[in-house]
């Protein structure tokens, strides 16, 4: 069962970017989807976005605007690019593979 570190969460402002990362323990191409879920308080666990094996994309049309998943194969790492958060972003970000989930981390956006 592969483990995922999360990194990169924080406190921002509204309008703006935080970059969140995930280091899976084994090679990214071992896992068919790589991806991101969230969390607000009260809330159910959504999806963000996804990232197969083949390195196609699939955003929740909530998030095709602001947010940009990517990765490098290389550092076994997949990334959340947030931009422009709003306080309703506000939630834990979880690293998840169809076997795994990471920890979670804390992204908050507050004026």
């Known amino acids: 069962q592969a483990q995922l570190v999360e990194s990169g969460g924080g406190s921002v402002q509204p309008g703006e970017s935080l970059k969140l990362s995930c280091t899976a323990s084994?090679?990214?191409?071992?896992?068919?989807?790589v991806g991101w879920y969230r969390q607000a308080p009260g809330k159910q666990r959504e999806r963000v976005a996804t990232i197969s094996r083949n390195g196609r994309i699939h955003y929740e049309d909530s998030f095709k605007e602001r947010f940009t998943i990517s990765r490098d194969l290389a550092k076994n790492t997949v990334y959340l690019q947030m931009n422009n958060l709003e306080p309703e972003d506000t939630a834990t970000y979880y690293c998840?593979?169809?076997?795994?989930w990471g920890q979670g981390i804390q992204v908050t956006v507050s004026s």
């Open positions: 998840w593979t169809p076997l795994s």
């Open positions: 084994g090679r990214l191409t071992g896992f068919l989807y």
